[in-house]
Structure formats: structure tokens, C-alpha cells
């Protein structure tokens, strides 16, 4: 099993920046790939950056250029940097772990909240 849990959410202005963590614990080396997610309301959930245990990312066209999301593999940890956040980038954001680049998101966090004021 893989326990994932998530801090850094918060209340920010429009054009300002939050770093999301998301640590990692127990069998975390089954761990192929770490994503972050997110959830509004009335909106579906959506990948917004994804990480492989190689390095390779992938983003969201919405936050391409604005977010940026790393792992630290000696923490076990990865991050979102979010930066010119909008108010569209309101959500509960999850992290979530996989085992292989084939398989689906099987562990995930509790989400934290991430609100944007205009």
C-alpha cells in the first residue's frame, strides 16, 4: 500500500503563487508515476501535471507555463509550484500515485483546497 499525503493549500490572490507537497509513505518504491489532480465544483476531475520515476512530466494546456510539478525521490515527496494562479485554478487538488505508465491511479491523497480571489 501507498499513503499519500498532500499540504500548502490556502487562500491567494489572483496572480499569486502556492507550492502543493505531497509525501509519500509505505511502498513507495512500486511508485511508477505521481500526478496531481484537481476537482471543482460541478466540474469533472482533471490531470493537471503528472511526474514518471525517470522525470518525464506532462501538464495540463490550461497550466502549461505556470505550474511546474518535481519530485524529490530521497523525500519521497513531489511538488506543485503554481504560479499567476487564476481564479479558474480554485479546486481541492489530489495527489495520486501509480505503479506502471499502463496502469490506472490507484493511491491517492485527501486533497487539499486551493482557492484564488479576483
Known amino acids: 500500500q501507498v499513503q499519500l499525503v498532500e499540504s500548502g493549500g490556502g487562500l491567494v490572490q489572483a496572480g499569486g503563487s502556492l507550492r502543493l507537497s505531497c509525501a509519500a509513505s509505505g511502498r513507495t518504491f512500486s511508485i511508477n508515476a505521481l500526478g496531481w489532480f484537481r476537482q471543482a465544483p460541478g466540474k469533472q476531475r482533471e490531470l493537471v501535471a503528472a511526474i514518471t520515476s525517470g522525470g518525464s512530466t506532462n501538464y495540463a494546456d490550461s497550466v502549461k507555463g505556470r505550474f511546474t510539478i518535481s519530485r524529490d525521490n530521497a523525500k519521497n515527496t513531489v511538488y506543485l509550484q503554481m504560479n499567476s494562479l487564476e481564479p479558474e485554478d480554485t479546486a481541492v487538488y489530489l495527489c495520486?500515485?501509480?505503479?506502471?505508465?499502463?496502469?490506472?491511479?490507484?493511491?491517492w491523497g485527501q486533497g487539499t483546497q486551493v482557492t484564488v480571489s479576483s
Open positions: 495520486a500515485a501509480k505503479r506502471s505508465s499502463i496502469a490506472t491511479y490507484g493511491y
